[in-house]
């Protein structure tokens, strides 16, 4: 199970930080990441983080957003800074989880949490 917290209401150039925590029978996660999705649209990389801490971001986000995770938890966190209208949307949190050892991941998504930029 993975929640997330985090999301709300913001002015433009504001910041906001959305965690992610996973519960349940967890083995290893391998990749954690950060999704979004507007009406009417496809749901969108935001970031991830894989269990060797590389990272990997959606242009639009580049050197505003900073993804981490803590391992020991289970937690993944999006540090969202100077956003922008644009990143108005629903955020929903994933991750890779395998339940014991040489079993097969399954992909696991949150409920989501909104985000609202105004301008």
């Known amino acids: 199970q993975l929640v997330e917290s985090g999301g709300g209401l913001v002015q433009a150039g504001g910041s906001l930080r959305l965690s992610c925590a996973a519960s349940?029978?967890?083995?290893?996660?391998?990749?954690m990441g950060w999704y979004r999705q507007t009406p009417g649209k496809q749901r969108e990389l935001v970031a991830t983080?894989?269990?060797?801490?590389?990272?990997d971001y959606a242009d639009s986000v580049k050197g505003r957003f900073t993804i981490s995770r803590d391992n020991a938890k289970n937690t993944v966190t999006l540090q969202m800074n100077s956003l922008e209208p644009e990143d108005t949307a629903a955020y929903y949190c994933?991750?890779?989880?395998?339940?014991?050892?040489?079993?097969?991941?399954?992909?696991?998504w949150g409920q989501g949490t909104q985000v609202t930029v105004s301008s």
């Open positions: 994933n991750a890779v989880i395998t339940t014991k050892p040489a079993s097969v991941p399954f992909l696991y």
């Open positions: 349940g029978i967890i083995f290893s996660i391998r990749v």
């Open positions: 983080i894989a269990d060797d801490a590389s990272t």
